[in-house]
């Protein structure tokens, strides 16, 4: 186990198919997560979505409530021209960063494996894929305060 680490706890990377076109496909997904408040970066082909917090996220932690909603995460979406649609690769991300040792305690992957989950399922349906929950999707941690 490294000492120092950068890279993502946990990483998903999956591909959609969309019946909308792909402009609107970027659309819909950009004013999704505009209307919510989150940093989204709109490009000719693709959309990358930053939420939570990392000074947030590190401030109240993994074990409340405010932590958690706080978790500090990327979505990036690239669309191209599919016969019938769009083709999506979606990459999601947490973006944590600088950390001693893996990261991996406290039920840290498992809270963040559940909101990666959330978030794309919500991306999903917003531009009409049905998107089965990929595995089982852990409780949030019962300690708040």
């Known amino acids: 186990m490294p ?3 950068t890279k993502p706890i946990v990483e998903k ?3 959609w198919t969309s ?3 792909p402009q609107e496909v970027l ?3 950009a004013s999704a997560f505009l209307s919510h408040g989150e940093d989204v970066r709109r490009e000719k082909s693709s959309v990358e979505v930053h939420l939570g917090s990392n000074a947030l996220y590190r401030t109240w932690g993994n074990m409340t409530a ?13 669309v191209a021209e599919s016969g019938t649609g769009a083709a999506l690769s979606v990459h999601a ?8 040792g893996s990261g991996k305690s406290f039920g840290v992957p498992e809270t963040f494996n559940r909101r990666l989950e959330e978030f794309l399922s919500y ?3 917003v531009v009409g894929i049905d998107r089965p929950v990929a595995g089982p ?4 941690p019962r300690f708040n305060l």
């Open 93 to 100: 991300f947490d973006t944590f960063g600088f950390r001693f």
């Open 19 to 21: 019946a909308l076109p």
């Open 27 to 29: 659309d819909a997904l």
């Open 66 to 78: 405010e932590g958690r909603a706080n978790i500090p995460v990327a979505l990036c979406f690239t």
């Open 3 to 5: 000492l120092f680490s």
């Open 137 to 140: 999707v852990p409780a949030p």
């Open 13 to 15: 990377k999956e591909q």
């Open 123 to 125: 991306a999903a349906g």
